[in-house]
């Protein structure tokens, strides 16, 4: 079975400052691994997949992941936060089968 | 524009009535759809798979009686919360794989927000 774990359900950064969120998954085929982000009170909008081709894939936003195998891991960074970023952030592992969720991170920005 | 569309975007219903949800794929056939539950503050829970023609396979712990799935044709699913409850209310999201775009694409719909009074 796959799954996914994100590392601290709230991250609070200054804006302008990193954001790195982590994720770290278990599957026991090639995984395809996605980030989601969601404001409140809406839907779920991509903001970049991995499907095996390159291993630092670019999304929306800003926002970036890499995929490393060995150490089953995709967390997702962007160099400079902004206000706007503040949401909640969701990646997921998807084989042939499903498509699982992590418990989330909380993303603040602080002005 | 949005490849999968939910309706209603919201719905409230008195207690012990049944509320139908559907999910539409707009661009393409979707074989495999997923409905999945989320709390308030929470993460998005898999409560099954649904592939066209065959019946829905469930997640532990969700009651197939209660939340009914049909996925009659390539582009609809629906699920139906049968006798609902107050603690039923919740967001229910749907999604659909592309079984023709890159990399398994999966659309998802914008959610239903269901109250149950």
């Known amino acids: 079975a796959q799954s996914v774990t994100q590392l601290g359900s709230h991250v609070s950064v200054s804006e302008g400052a990193l954001v790195l969120l982590r994720c770290n998954y278990s599957s026991s085929v090639p995984p395809y691994l996605f980030w989601y982000v969601q404001y409140p009170n809406q839907g779920l909008q991509l903001l970049l997949k991995?499907?095996?081709?390159?291993?630092l894939v670019k999304g929306i936003n800003g926002f970036e992941a890499e995929f490393k195998k060995s150490e089953t891991s995709f967390h997702l960074t962007k160099p400079s936060a902004h206000m706007s970023d503040a949401a909640e952030y969701f990646c997921a592992v998807s084989d042939v089968e499903d498509m699982r969720f992590g418990a989330g991170t909380r993303l603040t920005v602080k002005p | 524009g949005a490849v999968v569309s939910q309706h209603p975007s919201w719905v409230i219903c008195k207690s012990g009535t049944s509320v139908k949800i559907e999910c539409r794929s707009l661009?393409?056939?979707?074989?495999?759809m997923f409905w999945y539950r989320q709390f308030p503050k929470q993460s998005l829970m898999l409560m099954a798979t649904s592939n066209e023609g065959s019946k829905a396979t469930y997640e532990q712990g969700v009651e197939k009686d209660k939340f009914l799935i049909n996925h009659a044709s390539l582009t609809l699913s629906t699920l139906t919360v049968t006798s609902a409850h107050p603690e039923d209310s919740s967001f229910y999201i749907c999604?659909?794989?592309?079984?023709?775009?890159?990399?398994?694409?999966?659309?998802f719909g914008e959610g239903s927000w269901l109250t149950v009074v």
């Open positions: 999604s659909a794989r592309d079984p023709g775009g890159p990399g398994n694409t999966i659309y």
């Open positions: 661009d393409f056939q979707a074989t495999t």
């Open positions: 991995y499907t095996s081709a390159a291993t």
